[in-house]
Nanobody, 127 residues
């Protein structure tokens, strides 16, 4: 079982960039698929991006495609979410989540697929 800690959130103007990090404890992080989700105040948690065990396989929500990039560095036990061209509607608490995965290329997009969650990091985008 891994534990996750997000960082990198903050306040940014529309059009700006942030890079979120999700640091994991545990030696078997490379055996986990990882996803980023976000939850704005009064709204349901929504999928943002996911990466399989293989970095070659990623998936994005349509709302962030072309602006956000998910990546992972298994040597550092860290997954990143580079967010560019931020919009006010991107403001939310961002969570990373991990799921033990056998399939090297499987992507998970549903929150219920993930057993382990971080505490979240706040992203605020001003217009």
């Amino acid at each position: 079982q891994v534990q996750l800690v997000e960082s990198g959130g903050g306040l940014v103007q529309a059009g700006g960039s942030l890079r979120l990090s999700c640091a994991a404890s545990g030696r078997t992080f490379s055996s986990y698929a990882v996803g980023w989700f976000r939850q704005a105040l009064g709204k349901e948690r929504e999928f943002v991006a996911a990466v399989a065990r293989s970095l070659a396989r990623t998936y994005y929500a349509d709302s962030v495609k072309g602006r956000f990039t998910i990546s992972r560095d298994n040597a550092k036990n860290t997954v990143y979410l580079q967010m560019n061209s931020l919009k006010p509607e991107d403001g939310a608490v961002y969570y990373c989540a991990a799921a033990a995965e056998v399939d090297y290329y499987n992507i998970r997009r549903n929150p219920s697929d993930y057993a382990t969650w971080g505490q979240g990091t706040q992203v605020t985008v001003t217009s």
